[in-house]
């Protein structure tokens, strides 16, 4: 049995809670979310697996079964699909069954409990992202389309995966507005 212990917690100085850095018992939190009355936690263990973990409303914390997260780095709280349950959407760093580059990829569950159950384990969305920003049903995302150029587009959640609604941006360098979006989106 795995357990964090959140005595000792350090936080690193910074304006949004939700982006705290923190170590504990070796563990370092990657991302922290709001998740009802608690939280949810993306953690690097010190063997460098990735690990979630909800934090209820009285601080007791619990690891949630979700299979392996190799390479994640982004974790966000939404209904994708409208049915009034957390959907975790985890950006994950890792090669694909059939697409063998490293590349970016998106993972979207459904919470039971402490349990995450795939509703689409992505191997790519029309481009490849770099960053993503997802609130409710849509995902806006950073892609690389090829020959240096890149774009933002907004996808729209479609029962089984995301599809593009609409390109927002195209070009190679990328306007302040979508830089601040992203970077507001990380935290």
């Known amino acids: 049995m795995y357990r964090i212990l959140f005595t000792g917690l350090l936080l690193a ?3 949004n809670p939700d982006v705290a850095s923190a170590r504990t018992a070796g563990a370092t939190v990657i991302v922290d979310r709001a998740l009802g009355s608690g939280r949810i936690r993306l953690v690097r263990a010190p063997d460098g697996r990735r690990e979630l973990w909800r934090v209820d409303a009285r601080g007791v914390s619990h690891r949630v079964a ?3 997260l190799t390479g994640a780095w982004g974790l966000w709280v939404t209904d994708v699909n409208n049915d009034r349950r957390p959907d975790l959407v985890i950006a994950l760093r890792k ?3 059939h697409d063998p580059v490293v ?4 993972h979207v569950y459904t919470l039971y409990g402490d349990r995450c159950v795939p509703l689409w384990r992505g191997t790519r969305l029309a ?3 770099e960053q993503l920003d997802i609130r409710t049903t849509r995902l806006w995302a950073l892609e690389r389309i ?3 150029l890149r774009r933002v587009a907004r996808y729209r959640w479609r029962g089984f995966g995301y599809t593009v609604e609409r390109v927002l ?3 190679r360098t990328v306007p302040k507005r979508w830089k601040r979006r992203f970077k507001k989106a990380r935290r």
Do not use: I
């Open 13 to 15: 100085a910074t304006p």
């Open 146 to 148: 090829g020959h240096g």
């Open 95 to 97: 090669r694909a069954r």
């Open 127 to 129: 481009g490849r992202f």
């Open 169 to 171: 941006w195209r070009g």
């Open 103 to 106: 590349e970016n990829r998106p």
């Open 66 to 68: 979700c299979g392996k």
